[in-house]
């Protein structure tokens, strides 16, 4: 770079750091980095890739013939420089840059070797070079912080050197003439011819990241690209450009004094005045006018404002509620006469009862998982059998137990498994009962350790859907085709549960209790609940929302088997008001048992289809084996049931073939005297066990015939 170029730089870039102090004579004052035009010093670091092109060879290397066209390296380049911004939008930067400028270059040469054969020469050479110089960017802020750069740049390839030589590549035998296979070899000579200056034009974009508040330390990312406008070597087609990723660290002498950093502060000091309202209302705060002290305290290094503010609010607060709760119980005779003082008198009676197995196993719809309904068990030894309770249902919750725990102490016997699917909702589907009934089988061998081949599945094709279909168009009909059926032919692994001798309450007098709330508070109550208590167990109980009214409670013979003989029921009435207060008020029930001297022996049969009155062979044994020990003199009552669904003519025609179908078969086998009556059918009410016709096993059982024993203790 000239003499005179560098003179007219400096002197350039002086003017340009005093204009603005000229401009503005008191930039001093200026707070703000963006009033001020910066002058800066700095440095950046890079790194830099040169790319060579051309077609030359080293005037002073010992080569022949062919020319080097392209190289690629890797290095560093760093940079000093100085920047002065003209305008906010438009600032000048000269820079002094040191950059590797290495280029290693092979071509290949064809060539003949001895006896005319093709051979393959291989020329080599590695220059080492730097290039040391100046540039000079103008800079323009297209987006702030973005910066777009422009200009030139000159200088000189300094400590310069090549090492050169010619490798034997084909054959992969042979020798030059000096008997090597490498010839012409040059190490580390110096470069001659090269051309001075080296000018290039210079383009690239820069990030700015002020890293101070007032912008007296900046950092630039940046990338340079450098386009060579001359030839390395004087004379040849060697071009070297050079691109530049990396970044400048900036400091601004003339950068404004950081403002004096403020703190503001603000304290509330709050007084309160408490107001009575009533309990219901709602509770709240009224803010009071507020005074402001002002206290400002500067250091060197803080300004610090504190503005206190002083006021007396207004707090509406309802105190708690004071409720009261109060609870009378009287007696509702059978003629809807109340009466104060009473007992509650039970008339049980010892029972010994034979409760069905129901060999099927419900699913939902689309389901092939077992239900929740029945209770499913991770051990075996976790099943007793004497915890079954003494209902219908209750057995049925637990048939995949009773199955699994008979067939283990039964291990000649063995079942077949029969998947259904409704043909409306499932369309008959044979995977799916397959996989029901794989379910089924699942269980038994995991849980209960049965073998394999004591459990076949039965697998349909076309449509699985059940022999005896339910046909009624609603969920209650598609439910009941959902199952998978437990088939066998020992009876004894579907042998009725037997409930040795319980007691059972058959009466409750007085029908009904009315609890009366009269006294209670009327006001701020949310909720209340009703509930008796027999020891810990719960007898009955109920709830409801805000006051409560005169409450009534049906005593049914369920109930009164949860009370204690000579123990007073526990009744508490609990109500509850805003703000979580509450009250209780208490009352006892006397309660006596009387146990009569007639014990009854049950047996219900429950093996009858939709529709159906046939007598299966397990009933027909049952009932054999139920009437065989019979004393004379009893009274045998047969007594017919059928669920709610349908025709209720229907059902009750059905009930009582059901009846005589099951005296039919007790007459077979009954040997003493005894009265037989076959006449009670029961339409208008669940059957013993059931309580309600929500679930297909429920309504299964509900299709039945109970056979009942009165006699003597």
Known sequence: MSTSFLRIVIIVFSCLSICPSVAHAQWWKVTRPEDVWLFQIGMSADLDMAMHSGDFILPQAPTCCVGYTSALSFGPAISAFVRQEVTKTFRLTLRGTFASYNGSFETDENIFVTNAAPGVTRHSLDARMNWLGGEFLVDIRVVDPVRLMVGASAGIMAQTSFTQKETLILPGTGTFENGRRVRNETT????KGLTTPQLGAVVGLGFDIPLTENHSVVLTPEVLYTIALGSVIESQQWKANMLRVGASIALSLNAPEPPTPVERRREVFVDSVFVDVAPDAERRRVDGPERIVTDTIVTTDLVTITDRAYRTDTVYSPPLPVIVAKIAARAVLPSG?????????????????????????????????????YRQIADAQAYNLDAIGTRTISVHREILNLVGDRMRRLPNTSIRLRGTADPTTEGSDCELARKRAGAV?????????????????????????????????????YSEN??????????ELLASVAKRRFNEAQTVDPPKILFDPFGTSQKYLTDWTLEATSGSVVVFSQSGKGVPGQITQVLTPATADLMNDGRPVDVKLRVNAIRNVSA???????????TTTIELERLTLTLFDVASDEITPISAEQIRLFVANVPAGSTVIVRGYADLLGNAEFNRKLSQKRADAV????????????????NEIRTDRFPPGIESYITPEERFLSRTVQIEVKRGR
């Not at 580390?188 to 470069?191: I, V």
């Not at 007992?343 to 196993?361: D, M, S």
Request: with cysteine.
């Open 188 to 191: 580390n000579e110096s470069m």
């Open 337 to 373: 006469a109340l009466k104060d003082v009473f007992t509650i008198n039970v008339t049980t009676q010892f029972i010994t009862e034979a409760l069905p197995i129901l060999p099927v196993v419900f699913f939902e719809a689309q389901s092939i998982s077992l239900s929740f309904r």
């Open 441 to 477: 089988k699942d269980y038994l061998t995991r849980i209960w350790g049965i073998s394999d081949d004591r459990i076949a599945i039965e697998t349909g094709s076309g449509s699985c859907a059940p022999e005896r279909i339910t046909r009624q168009q609603s969920e209650e009909g």
């Open 482 to 491: 959902r199952r998978v059926e437990i088939l066998t032919n020992d009876l």
């Open 584 to 594: 209780t008020a208490t009352t006892q029930l006397v309660v006596k048992k009387d």
């Open 663 to 678: 005296c039919a078969t007790i007459k077979q086998h009954i040997t003493r005297k005894v009265e037989l009556q076959c």
